[in-house]
């Protein structure tokens, strides 16, 4: 327990020493290059972008410092050295530090979507090893509903490595795309992350107490660097985070997920993320043409957002479109309006969808929103994973 004490003295140093940094280093990034255009403000000002790789850094560092202070005590004895945990902790570390740097590349390059599902996938390759050759176990328990068919566990060998390597696809891209509005990426990552760690504090009575302490040691950092780092992305925006602080946020979530199993809970954790995904399929893979920002339009008459559009022309409606159209229209989830040639419809992001719902709103006023649903979705996740898991299941879920 010491070690956690430990770990909240310097997760408070790492909170002030980002605070301090952000400030210093956001005009070094302008001249560097690195900087973006607040779309939802009338002011063309520079805005330093990717300061997600500072609070990043910070996070890391503070991480390693810990290292000798959680093993510390082990040191000297080399027989009882605790290897597998210590090759966990590393390889959960690395998995982080190559999303920093591959999420820097792309803020810098801006790479193409196709590298955006490479680079994650090439990242939890530590990640997967460690966790073959400390767990190696691929079963899944399977509900009480279903055991009559499947058993009482379903061992999915190979595809348990696919399965998780697309976790840490879906994490990093999840937030990425749930994103546009002031202080709505860190804002997100930081429900996800204090749900996981209240749940890790529940846990930490359970049988798994190690494996819910070193998803702490991971979060308590984590938390605090990106708290530091929300009070500058808070609308107004004086940094944006880039693609560099959701890949290494997704890439934190998954990483505990894994390696201390309770992946499902944290993909509970991700339902705003998973509804925002599903909405945007259409768009994603073009079936529906996405332009390069879907974020809201801001309108400055009324300075409030308002829903952004995508055009379809006639001419390209074919059998899939057309029905995704038909079947979003009967469901009301979608807003469409058609003239000779094209039909407009809203871009479908879960953004957007809440414009149309709650009527056009200020930028502050949507954000607090959508972090409001965060946090009801992570209250049902909650209810899902205690009262409600105990019907489906005999003994608890991991
Ligand atoms: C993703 C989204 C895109 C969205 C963008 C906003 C998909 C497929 N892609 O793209 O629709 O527009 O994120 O981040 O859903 N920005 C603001 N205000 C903010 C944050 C960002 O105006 O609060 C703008 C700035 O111009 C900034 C740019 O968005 O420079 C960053 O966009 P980037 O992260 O590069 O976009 P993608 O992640 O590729
Ligand atoms: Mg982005």
Redesign the pocket.
């Known amino acids: 327990m010491w070690s956690i004490v430990i770990l909240l003295l310097l997760s408070f140093l790492a909170y002030v020493g980002t605070i301090r940094l952000i400030p210093q280093l956001g005009d070094l990034f302008i001249k560097a290059g690195l900087y ?5 403000k009338v002011s063309k000002e520079k ?1 330093p ?1 990717a300061l997600g790789v500072v609070s990043g850094c910070v996070f890391l560092v503070v991480s390693f410092l810990f290292i000798p202070i959680v093993f510390g005590y082990n040191l000297m004895d080399r027989e009882t050295f605790p290897h597998s945990e210590f090759a966990e902790l590393l390889a959960a570390l690395l998995s982080i530090c190559c999303m920093l740097l591959l999420g820097f590349a792309d ?1 810098v390059l ?1 790479l193409r979507w196709r590298y955006k599902l490479l680079l994650p996938t090439v990242a939890s390759l530590p990640l997967l090893v460690v966790y073959y050759v400390n767990f190696n176990s691929t079963t899944f328990i399977v509900p009480l509903p279903l055991r009559q068919f499947f058993g009482v566990s379903v061992n999915i060998g190979p595809l348990y490595y696919i399965y998780m390597g697309m976790l840490a696809v879906f994490c990093t891209n999840a937030i ?2 749930l ?7 860190v804002g997100q990552s930081v429900v996800i992350a204090i749900s996981i760690v209240i749940f890790n504090v529940i846990e930490l009575r359970g049988d798994q107490f190690k494996a819910h302490c070193f998803s702490l040691y991971i979060m308590l950092p984590y938390i605090a660097t990106t708290l530091a780092l929300l009070q500058y992305n808070w609308y107004p ?1 004086k940094v ?1 985070v ?2 560099t602080f ?1 890949y290494v946020s997704g890439m934190t979530f998954a990483v505990v997920g894994i390696l201390s199993h309770f992946s499902k809970t944290v993909l509970l954790f991700f339902l705003p993320q998973i509804i925002n995904f599903l909405y ?1 399929v259409p ?2 893979f073009h079936i529906i043409p ?1 332009p ?4 809201p339009k801001y309108s400055p008459e009324t300075n409030l957002l308002q829903a952004s559009k995508t055009v379809i022309s006639k001419k390209d409606l074919n059998f899939l479109n057309s029905i995704i159209l038909k079947i979003l229209s009967v469901l009301h989830l979608i807003e469409k309006h058609e003239d000779s040639q094209n039909i407009v419809i809203n ?1 479908m ?1 879960l953004i957007n969808l809440f414009l149309i719902k709650l009527g056009p709103m200020s930028e502050v006023c949507l954000t607090s929103s959508l972090l409001i649903f965060q946090v009801f979705c992570s209250c049902i996740a909650f209810i899902i994973r205690y009262p409600m898991a105990s019907y489906f299941y005999d003994v608890k879920v991991k």
């Not at 973006?36 to 939802?40: A, E, K």
């Not at 994103?179 to 990426?185: K, P, T, V, W, Y």
């Open positions: 973006g255009v607040d779309l939802c805005i972008e803020d801006d990425n795309i994103a546009g509005i002031n202080g709505l990426e925006s944006f880039g693609d959701c945007s768009q994603l996405c390069r920002h879907r974020l871009n992001t």
